[in-house]
Every structure is written in structure tokens, then in C-alpha cells.
């Protein structure tokens, strides 16, 4: 019962088969390889377009190297109040880009477009004491496990784009929220008004593997130096060409979003039958937020769950009960229907 996080998740079997097909003989390194060409001409078709593709290990330096890309002195690059970018990864995209991140409130970890406009106006193109708006980032799935809908984004862009602000997206949870909306590649991101994408691998079966996607080769050209400043090219990157591969064969990568998808909504449809529990806000993709009696959670932790207690939203705090705690449950590609089934029976112990 390992709802604790997507990527306590292995590798899918084929992923891991693939990598050790491709650990024999000698390729060309650092991305000039046969299978790197062809995982970059899948990223092309999958995308229905040219782009420009940059392998690296870690979902934070996709983020912030994406964010270095289009940085000038002063930059301040806006995202949720709740974004990963700002909240959980140590201040590398400032570190990496040095730019200033800035948090636009919204509900249900989605900037809110009007709060948007309001805070890019007050960081003018002119303002050096201040500071000048550079960028825009929002993540897709959010990190409460909802989803903007194409017409959300499409706000954003308007707003971003009035600007002329590059606009990132942080598809840690790309595939999750893809097949959330029944949407194509293209039509979630480039069509969209997306710039530069954070493509995620590693939480739905891969080892580590993540790219930055530029929809516009353009404003790529000065990432083969960026990434190699931060150390991010793998000289045997044949190998995170080679997940990619295996992940997009036969719509694998699709397949399993569905099935994490589908075991989180297994867990709310109980948790919605359940008259002990409730979900603390409606989610889409492939993470559920529930308030529960803190008894089930002793109960579901002596039982060997594995999840995380959650703190509450300060502007929500009716939200949970002085007896009852909020909890994140994020499902996976490697997430069975027994798991589910057995972390809603220690719920109506
Ligand atoms: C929304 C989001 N973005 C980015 C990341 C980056 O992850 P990491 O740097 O740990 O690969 C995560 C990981 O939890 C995430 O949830």
C-alpha cells in the first residue's frame, strides 16, 4: 500500500528490459548516439512538430535549466503560491537562472489569470528597483492533483504572451494529466501558447529520465551550454534515450498514466462511498487529497500504508476536524487494485 509518492514507484519492466538491451556494444556519448536521434525524432512526432529536446536527471533541473533559458538581469519568473518550482526544490531554479520567483495565488494549485495580470503590471519592464517580469510557469498536473483544463491555459497564455513572457510548463506529471483531459501533446502545450516544457518520465516507470522540450528551436540555442554549466549531460545519455524509447513504444507511457489515473480514481470512488472519510478537494489525475479520521490513519500506518499526512491550506482551515488529519495518496503505473482496495478496508475499520 504505497501511496506515499509516485516516484517510490520501480521501473516498468520493459523500461528496465530496454536498458539493459541497450548496456551492450559502444554508441556515439553525450547525446550524439543513434537512439538519442531517434528518441529526439519521436519527441518530434509526438509533438507534431520540430523541437528541441535536452535529457536530464532530475525533475528540478528540467525546471530550473528551462527557467535559466530565458533569463535577464532582474528576472522575476511568476508561478503558484504552491509550485514545486518555489516550495520543494531548494531554490535551485533561482540558483540555476537568477531569477526571482514570484507566487501568484489561485484555487486548487492554479494560478488565478487576474492575479496574474496584476502582479506582472507591477513588475514593469522599466522597474530596476524593482525587478522586471521575465517568465511565467504553471504545472501540469498541479501539485494538488488537479488539472487546467486547455481553456485555463489558454488565460494564462493571453496574459503571459501580452507581455511577451516566455511561458514553462512543469510536466512532472505530464502524462497523468494528458490523459486526465483526453488531450494531444500538441494541443496541451504548443498550441496552447507553451514555450518550454519539463517533460516528465521518472514517476510514471522510468528510472530517471527527463527532458526539457523548446516548441521553438529558437530560444534553444544557448541550452547546450546551460546544461553543461549545471552538469546535466550525461555522457552515456543513450541511456535516458533508451527509457524514452521503451516508454513511448506502443503507447506505454500513455498506458500506464491511465492505469495510475485509474487507481486514483478507484480510491475516489471509495473514499466517496465511505461515511468516515471525504475528499478534501475534487482531483483529476493521479493524486487524491482526503480527510480522515486520524484513528484510520493510526489504523492504516499499523497496517503498513505508506502516505503523507498533509498540512492544512492556511485559507481552508474548517477544512479537517480537531480528530481527523488531511492526507495526500499519490497511485502509480506499479499501483494495484488490491493496494487500493486494501488502504479503503483499513478506512472502514
Ligand atoms: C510537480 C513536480 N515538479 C517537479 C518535481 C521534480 O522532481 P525531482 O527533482 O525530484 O525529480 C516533482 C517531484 O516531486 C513534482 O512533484
Known sequence: MFFASDNWAGAHKSIAERLLAESTGFAAAYGAGDLDKKVEARFAEIFEREVSVFFVATGTAAN????????????????????????????????????????VPGQDGKIDPAKLAEKIAAFPQTAVMHGRATAVTITQATE???????????????IAKRDNLPLHMDGARFANALVALGATPAEMTWKRGIDMLSFGGTKNGCWCAE???FFNPEQAKEMPF?????????????????????????????????????MSDRLRAGINASNSARLSWPTSANEVFAVIPKSAARNAV????????????????ELVGPDETLIRLVTSFATSEADVDGFLDCLAA
Do not use: M
Not at 65 to 93: K, M
Not at 144 to 155: K, P, Q, R, W
Not at 232 to 250: E, G, M, N, T, V
Not at 310 to 317: K, Q, Y
Open 211 to 213: 527532458a526539457i522540450v
Open 64 to 103: 530550473s535549466l528551462s527557467l535559466a533559458s530565458v533569463q535577464r538581469p532582474g528576472g522575476i519568473a511568476f508561478c503558484h503560491t504552491a509550485a514545486h518550482v518555489i516550495a520543494d526544490e531548494c531554490g535551485a531554479p533561482e540558483f540555476f537562472s537568477s531569477a526571482r520567483l514570484h507566487g
Open 302 to 317: 499499523e497496517r503498513g500504508a505508506k502516505f503523507y499526512e498533509w498540512p492544512v491550506p492556511p485559507a481552508t482551515p
Open 226 to 262: 546551460i546544461r553543461k554549466r549545471a552538469a546535466q549531460l550525461f555522457s552515456k545519455s543513450r541511456f535516458i534515450a533508451a527509457q524514452f524509447d521503451a516508454y513511448f513504444q506502443d503507447g506505454l507511457w500513455l498506458d500506464l498514466a491511465r492505469h495510475a489515473n485509474g
Open 144 to 158: 494538488v492533483g488537479t488539472v487546467y483544463s486547455l481553456a485555463e491555459i489558454d488565460e494564462i497564455a493571453r
